[in-house]
């Protein structure tokens, strides 16, 4: 089957063709936390495409509707993953930059993006999205969350979901994610045009 690219932050021929090294396979499980677009700017839609399908997470209400359109064998949750227990204030800035850190959120302010509004978001429960799965089965996450990375890969519990390859994007990289991570078994492969970071598990990464 033929994989269709749409225009992305980053290379996604390159990236598909990278990631391709380590996922070959034509059946696999994906997910996609902060999913956005269900085509553009989408790590996961080429995979889609190949056959996989997995679990899409996406605060933004318009983005979950076109999912549901778009790629009906995925499972959409509407929300963002946090403790509280029923919902977090979410900064919605009419770009791919909408963000849940008030940090991250000033940062986008003083870079010239203005929020249109702040609005509570349902909190989804970790338990409820992820399930066990090891490196053996072709499975990737990524991780797309305007500066609340390092929170989110926090609250996984790595010992029980351990998906072959990571990835880590945004405009913000931390060391601290790479030395968390590293304590589970994953290898900093390829840098994203210092946009993100594709980790993979060692058992993989020969």
């Not at 990278?18 to 059946?27: G, K």
């Not at 800035?93 to 993006?113: A, C, E, H, M, V």
């Not at 989110?152 to 945004?170: A, C, H, M, N, Y």
Request: contains cysteine; charged residues 25%.
């Amino acid at each position: 089957m033929k994989i269709f690219f749409y225009k992305a932050k980053v290379d996604e021929r390159e990236l598909f063709k990278s990631l391709s090294n380590f996922l070959p396979e034509s059946n696999g499980k994906y997910w996609d936390v902060g999913a956005s677009h269900p085509r553009e700017n989408s790590v996961t839609y080429p995979f889609y495409l190949r056959g996989w399908n997995g679990v899409t997470i996406e605060p933004i209400s318009r983005y979950v509707k076109m999912h549901k359109i778009i790629r009906r064998r995925d499972k959409k949750f509407c929300g963002v993953i946090s403790p509280e227990k029923s919902e977090v204030l979410f900064y919605y800035i009419p770009t791919q930059y909408s963000t849940t850190s008030l940090k991250r959120n000033q940062d986008l302010i003083d870079q010239g993006f203005r929020p249109r509004k702040s609005i509570n978001i349902k909190s989804l429960n970790p338990i409820d999205c992820f399930e066990e799965v090891t490196p053996n089965y072709p499975s990737l996450l990524k991780v797309d969350i305007e500066g609340s990375d390092f929170f989110l890969v926090g609250q996984l519990d790595l010992s029980l979901f351990t998906p072959r390859v990571i990835i880590i994007e945004g405009l913000t990289q931390s060391k601290e994610i790479q030395d968390l991570l590293s304590q589970f078994g994953y290898q900093l492969s390829n840098q994203l045009n210092t946009q993100g970071s594709i980790f993979v598990h060692r058992s993989w990464n020969k």
